[in-house]
């Protein structure tokens, strides 16, 4: 119950396209839903994240679309470009808990090709 | 924002050393850490959560003998891999949360060799 599932494995994106990574999970306690970006050799950074309470969150050209009756969440990447290259991650977690951890997706290896 | 700055970046050790690894948050105190290890390609993997001042929680197969955590302020953790071998070679990744934040802020990593 506390997995997220996490789909493409990988992603190739051709640049100006829209990337879309799929996320699923089966605790319906999760209470916060971010999505990280690791460039190899990095720690992951929270790209954007969002909350049960709204559908849809935007930042730039990052939006989280969330589906609470289908427990999903999904990233789309707007005009994505050649920097956007990089492992994607979902998360959850009962955020409203102090020293709760977070649950990680697989991950997606998203390549943005010229 | 909040940051977190983890030392060293990388690291070469013998086997049978020890390395500590430092996570401090600069500009937040840190109630809650998590420490990971990611394998090439793969997902992060929590192997403990500390809150200040108390004894660190391990995940499940997670030896706390060789891997101590000390939590001893609310800007510093540590991570040390005692009697390092070659198969803790792996990247290691500290993540901080502050009181009431529903953020968890990471740091940069560290790649451990231990050869």
């Known amino acids: 119950q506390q997995q997220v599932k996490q789909s493409p494995q990988s992603l190739i994106v051709q640049k100006g396209g829209i990337s879309i990574i799929n996320c699923a999970y089966e605790?319906?306690?999760?209470?916060?839903f971010p999505w990280y970006q690791q460039f190899p050799g990095k720690g992951p950074a929270l790209l954007i994240a969002?909350?049960?309470?709204?559908s849809e969150k935007k930042e730039g050209r990052f939006t989280i679309s969330f589906n609470k009756s289908a427990k999903q969440f999904s990233l789309h990447i707007m005009d994505s470009q050649p920097g956007d290259s990089a492992t994607y991650f979902c998360?959850?977690?009962?955020?409203?808990?102090?020293?709760?951890?977070?649950?990680f997706g697989t991950g997606t290896r998203l390549t943005i090709i010229p | 924002g909040a940051v977190v700055s983890q030392h060293p970046s990388w690291v070469i050790c013998k086997s049978g050393t020890s390395v500590k690894i430092e996570c401090r948050s600069l500009?937040?105190?840190?109630?809650?850490m998590f420490w990971y290890r990611q394998f090439p390609k793969q997902s992060l993997m929590l192997m403990a959560t500390?809150?200040?001042?108390?004894?660190?929680?391990?995940e499940q197969g997670v030896e706390k003998d060789k891997f101590l955590i000390n939590h001893a302020s609310l800007t510093l953790s540590t991570l040390t891999v005692t009697s390092a071998h070659p198969e803790d070679s792996s990247f290691y990744i500290c993540?901080?949360?502050?009181?009431?934040?529903?953020?968890?802020?990471f740091g940069s990593g560290t790649r451990l060799t231990v050869v």
């Open positions: 993540s901080a949360r502050g009181h009431l934040n529903y953020g968890y802020t």
């Open positions: 605790n319906t306690a999760f209470d916060y």
């Open positions: 969002i909350r049960p309470d709204v």
């Open positions: 998360a959850a977690s009962i955020g409203r808990r102090g020293n709760e951890k977070l649950t």
């Open positions: 500009d937040f105190q840190a109630t809650t």
């Open positions: 500390s809150n200040e001042g108390s004894k660190a929680t391990y």
